[in-house]
């Protein structure tokens, strides 16, 4: 009987494995397909062969990229606003969720609700106004503009989800540490904090995707190519009828690399597994 | 020196009653409410003025209020209902796979398993990678004659290659796939994380109680993630709804006869093609209504906004 | 904590000095936007860097947009009473942006005598005055062929259905490939049978007897010839044709630089000639221009015009010439050998001169979109012609009230 038990089990092991092996196949074919257009000649997007190396590939496109594109410049600015808006977001999310966590004010419901009610509206008709209102500020062709813009647009999910994680971390921790004699701020940030490591790196994650890959409002804005941004640098590729898509696709896997690298520097936090044990008390 | 100045201030108000508790709470939460709110405000009333206005291609430095014409235009055309059907399908469909996905994902990828961080890290590619590469490669994937998704159906599973782009509902589901495909990482990362949430020892003692792993999800895993994953689903919900990249770019604008459209990608097309910024206004107001009258359903059904300890 | 929430509060104020003002009103500074492909915009930088060098103390930059882009970000730029103070395009977004009043009248900033020296064809008007000069006529599609494949071009269409069977085999070897499910690429043929789209008083003429008989040959030429793709969108049409699958393609100018950089020895000819009708298909001509914001401050007009003028010149229209085969506008620039000698120049004007001048008027825009369902659902085998032509034309209608109410 247990020996069976055991086989099934090895079984399931088994299928399990096999289904997260081909989820990752199936992530990888098109951004296999994307490498495949950045190695092809003459800029095609389709191709009628399947070879993953195209005939005459060459590493042409990153060579131009990095020496006749100013796709560092581009790189440098996107770093820049991904990551202060990253930074506010961490900072205003853990603030604001742990509010909305822990206590019960005037006007709390109204205002998570409002939060999510603001990412309601349809994105497009928000574009022309939102352009009136920087323009009246003076904040056209400006980062703060574009790091208020984007702060503003991860910030609900980022309290909410900073809110639900706060909401699974027992108060009786907290009080545990105030009878011992830390201030509230004290037992937030070194008891609450570090436990909402995992909630922490998804904020961040989060914030920094919004902000790192938007396209839309940073081509409203940013009108000096020196402010470009990396997914505005990449535009200036494509062109309606005659779009550089050797250049292109190498510029999409060029981007996706840092995104990859945070969330890899990350991911130790967001396992981190830091509850085990600690409810016991 | 400023910092414990500080600290005592804070430390002063809440050695008293309530009042003094939900100001530490207001304070916590105001920079990020206000930048919020000032953000959105002013484009939000924009467009609820613009609504009611006749702003178009004739009139459009000189509109005027007009009352609720738009809004009657909106509802009188058929169009509007099936598109909404469309919406909800679209919606529904991504977001129960997205979730089913991710959740499943996470669960194994939490397991002892050969190569997990690498694994883990390939999966986050589509949420890391940009849209725009991605949905126009899945685009060519699609294609009839060359498209490696037909190839694949043809030679390995020995079926009749589909017209993903020419039909309809192929091209429907073409979009859906890509989004599939886009949205689950997210999911799965956030699954992730919820999991660390959930002590040990509760897997234990159902252990202990001689639980299967099925009753273990249910009864442990499930409940134990919820707080997590419903910020997650709720706006999840919210942006795919809204999402119009990606049918936009699948099937290049609403291809085949504009029958690939959703709300947003309908408002898109006839609104800024025709330049009737009255009539998407009036249209924008409309879905915003219906996501609000969702949401407070969908929140007081899961009881989100409460305290949960 | 709170040290640190400080120090991010003066970093964001130190990055908001880096805002800066309107650049219309700044005197130093020329803005451009134009939607020019990447290899023209290195001529372009070329010859701005030039001015520059000969006017100091002014900075001209020009920014990039995609065509599509480029339209709505001007409108909203515009309503704000900002934006370029030069927007350079197709002649189609002069119909909307007159009818916005955001571009201004510029007949009384150009001489009748500057004016005599443009081909008539460059000057756009709308309701009476001139909005827009042009540097480029063209955007015009042709039958464009692979020389190594096939050296002599066919004349007449059912040379090129010929031609076109004996290049068509397996399942990726087609004669004809081309972006036909897109309304723009399907007008020569509408024209070839003898429709148009606008009536002079820009109603849509779109439920004709040529509609119906162009849509049959677009179909015949899928199901019964066999010669183009099942489904074949602009890439699908370009990627075959670079890759020496399909000997012809119905393209227009802009991609003549890309295929001289795949290797591809083209030749371009006019769209072949079809005897049921004794019409050669007329493409829709464009010009390409120059127009000016109307929120620019009447000091900074004569800027304005010097640098246009200079653009427009005969040395600049010669440099885009000769890098990229395009046909100039200047009367004196078609005598220069190095233009008058260029084959590809001279077929695209055999060419041009048949086409038909784009409409500009906005209402063109809700032909396009009226056009497109139905048109594909005919190539879905949903529809017959005869019911789409109606429901083009019904549909144009309705959009063009609602988009004038």
Known sequence: MKEKKGRFRKIIALILYLTVIGFTIIVLYPIINVFSISLRPADRLLSTSLKIIPDGASFHAYKVLFTETPFLLWFWNSVLISLTVTATGVVLASTAGYAFSRFNFYGKKSTMVGLLVTQMFPPTMLLLPMYIMLLKLHLINSYIGVIVIYTSTALPFCVWQMKGYYDTIPFSLEEAARIDGATRWGAFRKVVLPLAAPALVITALFSFMTAWAEYVVAAQVLQDTSLFTLPLGLKQFESSMSTQWGLYAAGSLIVSIPAVALFLFLSRWLISGLTLGSVKG | MKSTRWGIAIGHWFDSERLSTE?????????AAIVMFGVVVYPFFYNVVIS?????????RDW??????????????????????????????????????????????????????????LLILPWAIPQVIVALT????????????????????????????????????????????????????IALGGLQSIPQELYEAADIDGASGWQKFWTVTAPLLRPVMIPAITLGIIWTFN??????????????????????????KAAFNLYRYGYAAALSMVIFVILFAFSLVFLKRTRASEVVY | MNRRYLLWVISLVIISFSCARSTISDPHQIVIWHQMRPDERVVLDQVLNEYMKQNPGIKVTALYKETEELRSGFQIAAIGGAGPDIVYGPSDQVGPFEVMQIIMPLDTLFSRDYLLKFNPK???????????????????????????LLPNPPRTMDELIEIGKRFTHGSSNYGLVWNYTEPYFFIPFLTGYGGWVLDSLNNP??????????????????????????????????????EGKAPMIINGPWSFGDYKKAGINFGVTRIPFIKETGLWPAPMVSPVGYSINASVPSWKIPQIVKLIKYLLSPEVQLKFTNAFNTIPTRVEVYDVPSVRDNKIVRESEYQMEIGRPMPIVPELRAIWDAMRPSYQAVLGGTESPEAAAKEMQKSAVEKIKEMNE
């Open chain 2, 23 to 31: 100001k530490f709470a207001y304070i916590l939460m105001a920079p």
């Open chain 2, 52 to 60: 009611f206005s006749n702003m178009s291609l004739r009139h459009f």
């Open chain 2, 64 to 121: 005027h209020l007009i009352g609720l014409k738009q809004y009657e235009e909106v509802f009188s055309g058929r169009i509007f209902y099936t598109v909404f059907l469309k919406t909800i399908i679209w919606t529904v469909v991504n977001v129960f796979f997205h979730v089913t996905i991710g959740v499943v994902l996470a669960l194994i990828l939490n397991r002892k398993l050969f190569g997990k961080a690498a694994i883990r890290t």
């Open chain 2, 138 to 189: 899945w685009r060519s994937m699609f294609n009839y004659e060359y498209g490696a998704i037909n190839l694949f159906i043809a030679h390995y599973l020995r079926m009749a290659p589909v017209e993903w782009l020419g039909k309809p509902l192929e091209a429907f589901s073409a979009c859906i796939i890509t989004n599939i495909w886009l949205g689950f990482p997210f999911m799965m990362t």
């Open chain 2, 243 to 268: 999402n119009v990249n990606i049918i936009w770019l699948v099937s290049n604008g609403g291809e085949p006869s504009d029958q690939t459209h959703i709300l947003v990608s309908y408002v898109y």
């Open chain 3, 122 to 148: 460059a000057l756009v008007y709308s309701h009476g005055h001139l909005y827009q000069i042009a540097d480029k006529i063209g955007n015009h599609l042709m039958l464009i062929y692979n020389k190594a």
């Open chain 3, 205 to 242: 003429t779109l439920d004709t007897p040529p509609m119906v008989s162009a849509l049959k040959f677009i179909k015949a030429l899928r199901d019964r010839y066999r010669i183009i793709p099942k489904s074949c969108d602009y890439e699908t049409a370009d990627a075959l044709f670079k």
